[in-house]
């Protein structure tokens, strides 16, 4: 198998044409699948026979959720490979992966809490799956934090790689809390590959809004690897023959 | 649409303020990004013209902490 493509999708130079031609694509397609999935799951999918017109919040809470851990993992898997292979573009992909995923598992938070006030009669609980999100909230936050603590970008790249790697036994953790304690937050009801106990009309939008959230994330992650790729190849011969 | 419809029952502010943060959060991740990579081209291009001129290059004013 060929791998040139991969060896050179990996240098800066390729990396930032790359997801300079690919923003835009991602971007786009996100949108209208957005509002084709949130026309559906605000005015079209049927009631819920127990929580009624609340469960529409799932269109925007699952996939949030969904990719508050995604992005994290995705994080840890970059400053690994950075870390152990000391590939410079796997450390500004971590690092782009860090304010998307901390605004994300935010609005997770923030649209659970107001889902659970009408379910559950409280905005909050110190319940396994609550209080492990906020712990990635808080994984997110110290990652950046950490960072900005450093003015060298090899140092600030080394030690937020070793928090973000610590930090992936949470992920588990946030996924498998439903099923390992007793927990007040419903279990899964929706698997891509099993068997889902939603019903299809009401698991369709939400898939499709899953993979929206999926690409806007890609179309950030985008402009984010093209500022950190700039910021740390600001001596490098490329930028001046770059049309920027 | 009738007001009803928008109302969804009693859960109507419930609905619409999770649609609504949404939206802000969204634009806000796409609005940090494209900031930041704008800042970072503008400052590729004043050390690009800088260079040219044969000055020195002026030193990023954007990257104080490198935070994500």
């Known amino acids: 198998m060929n791998w040139i493509w991969f060896h050179k999708l990996a240098s800066p130079p390729s990396a930032y044409v790359f997801a300079t031609r690919l923003r835009p694509w991602l971007f786009w397609v996100s949108v209208v699948m957005m509002l084709w999935a949130a026309y559906q799951g605000l005015f ?22 969904s990719l508050s851990l995604l992005v994290y ?9 950075g870390l152990i292979w000391r590939m410079k573009l796997a450390h500004a992909v ?31 609980a110190w319940d ?6 906020l712990i990635l ?11 900005a ?20 036994v949470n992920v588990p953790i946030v996924k498998y809390s439903v099923v390992w304690w007793n927990s007040l937050h419903q279990g899964q009801t929706l698997s891509l590959f099993g068997k889902s106990e939603i019903d299809p009309s009401m698991a369709t939008p939400l898939v499709v809004m899953i ?8 179309a950030v992650l985008c402009d984010g690897l093209r500022a950190e790729i700039l910021r740390r190849e600001r001596n490098a011969s490329w930028l001046s023959e770059l049309k920027v | 649409m009738t007001f009803e419809a928008l109302k969804m029952g009693d859960y109507g ?28 081209l503008k400052a590729a291009q004043r050390r690009t013209q800088a260079n040219r001129n044969g000055q020195p290059a002026p030193t990023s004013s954007t990257s104080a902490g490198a935070g994500a």
């Open chain 1, 44 to 65: 079209v999918v049927p009631l819920d026979y127990q929580q009624k017109d609340a469960f529409r919040i799932i269109y925007v809470h699952v996939p949030v959720a």
């Open chain 1, 73 to 81: 993992s995705m994080m840890a898997i970059a400053a690994a490979i």
């Open chain 1, 94 to 124: 971590a690092a782009a992966c860090a304010m998307p995923g901390a605004i994300l598992t935010t609005l997770a938070l923030a649209t659970g809490s107001i889902w659970g006030k009408p379910m559950w009669g409280a905005w909050w």
């Open chain 1, 128 to 133: 396994a799956r609550l209080t492990s999100e």
């Open chain 1, 137 to 147: 909230l808080f994984l997110y936050l110290g990652y950046m934090a950490l960072r």
């Open chain 1, 149 to 168: 603590s450093f003015d060298d970008i090899g140092r600030a790249d080394r030690a937020s790689a070793i928090l973000a790697i610590v930090g992936i």
């Open chain 1, 211 to 218: 993979f929206a959230f999926l690409l806007f994330f890609g």
């Open chain 2, 13 to 40: 502010a419930y609905v619409w303020s999770s649609y609504a943060l949404a939206l802000l959060a969204l634009i806000a991740m796409a609005a940090i990004a494209r900031n930041a990579c704008n800042r970072e």
